[in-house]
């Protein structure tokens, strides 16, 4: 019976004591929209992939004491509605303290008007639109905007002697202001622009704008595009003869160009915050994990997405374990030389915007290479 009782007695206490336990354990919740489907489904999952690294990386190293971070992941095919469908989906949930993404500046912007009206901090790693940290103060990013990115590029153009250029941009929100804060800056450099050319998103066939924009004979044409259109105008460039030379926006560095241009991409210049064959310990551990775990070298994007995660992490373990939507917005407007692989990052305490640099990258021999 003695015996009987004293069981029954440890047996009630490891219960209360794994009870204790589990109640001391808290889970944390971080919302991720991205796309994982139709077009830009590329850019969601490498978004995905180094998020997973870089969760996993913070919780080795002893994570938020007393939680569990979990991220959500949800599909918005990178379509404005869909964006705000999650982002309603995502404000509702009262466990999901902050939200990263989405992905293109109109998608966030649409996700950022009900983020803002509910008090949700939103962390996108590639809203570059300059409107976007305008909305509210619930908007970060860690992406240089296109009126720095354009500044810097028509810096470096007029530099090495581009007097005249042509600008080819995608129709949406992000190329609209591309192409506008690149033009105004070149011209207030004292180049010309010859003209600015828009197509719709999904367009591959640019020959018709390639013909007209070469009866200008412009010394440069810069590019406001991503990847999958930058191919084929580099293609169709070559097929051409066109001989102007081609700058773009970091939107275009991407291993995929190279793999769909060929030798049309050589000669492309371009800018970016992350360059894979950076020596520096940080950015060598990343893209040896990422090559180790998906067979490929990260790109830009995993990179920003890699520093988004990261940031949200130290503001989360800065709060935690009894985080609230609030205290981690004031957490992540205090970021501080945040060490990422894309750079240092610090939040300016007035507008939000990241301080970050750039640099100047070309294509040779189908291969990415930081230049002088």
Not at 102 to 111: E, G
Not at 246 to 274: C, H, I, R, T, W
């Amino acid at each position: 019976m003695i015996k009987g009782l004293l069981g029954a007695l440890m047996g009630a206490a490891i219960a209360v004591w794994g009870g204790s336990a589990a109640a001391q354990t808290k889970t944390i919740l971080i919302g991720y929209e991205l796309p994982l489907a139709g077009d830009s489904s590329h850019y969601g999952e490498v978004f995905r992939n180094a998020a997973d690294i870089k969760l996993q990386e913070f919780k080795i190293a002893g994570g938020v004491p007393g939680a569990d971070v979990v991220i959500r992941y949800e599909d918005s095919k990178n379509d404005a509605k869909e964006a705000r469908n999650i982002a309603q989906l995502f404000v509702d949930d009262k466990s999901i303290v902050g939200v990263i993404g989405d992905f293109s500046s109109t998608a966030s912007m649409a996700a950022a008007e009900i983020y803002a009206k509910a008090g949700m901090p939103q962390l996108s790693q590639t809203a570059s639109h300059p409107d976007f940290v305008k909305i509210s103060k619930w908007q970060f990013r860690n992406i240089t905007t296109q009126t720095y990115e354009g500044a810097f590029n028509a810096g470096w153009m007029r530099e090495k002697g581009v007097s005249n250029a042509a600008v080819v941009a995608i129709q949406n929100d992000w190329g609209l202001s591309a192409a506008s804060n690149f033009a105004d800056a070149f011209k207030a450099k004292g180049g010309r622009i010859t003209s600015i050319e828009y197509f719709n998103p999904g367009t591959r066939d640019f020959r018709s704008i390639l013909t007209k924009i070469s009866r200008a004979t412009p010394d440069a044409i810069y590019l406001c595009m991503f990847y999958e259109e930058g191919a084929s105008f580099l293609q169709q460039r070559q097929q051409l003869s066109v001989t102007a030379s081609v700058y773009g926006a970091s939107s275009l560095y991407n291993e995929q160009l190279l793999k769909l241009a060929g030798p049309a991409a050589d000669g492309l210049l371009l800018s970016s915050n992350f360059v894979p064959t950076n020596p520096a310990a940080n950015v060598q551990t990343f893209v040896s994990e990422y090559k180790a775990k998906y067979g490929s070298v990260p790109d830009q994007f995993a990179a920003q997405a890699y520093d988004a995660l990261g940031i949200m992490l130290v503001a989360l373990k800065k709060v935690g374990p009894i985080v609230t939507r609030e205290s981690l917005r004031d957490a992540l407007a205090e970021t501080k030389d945040y060490p990422g692989v894309t750079g240092v990052t610090t939040f300016d305490p007035e507008t939000r915007e990241p301080k970050k640099t750039v640099v100047h990258m070309t294509v040779s021999s189908e291969v990415f290479v930081a230049v002088e």
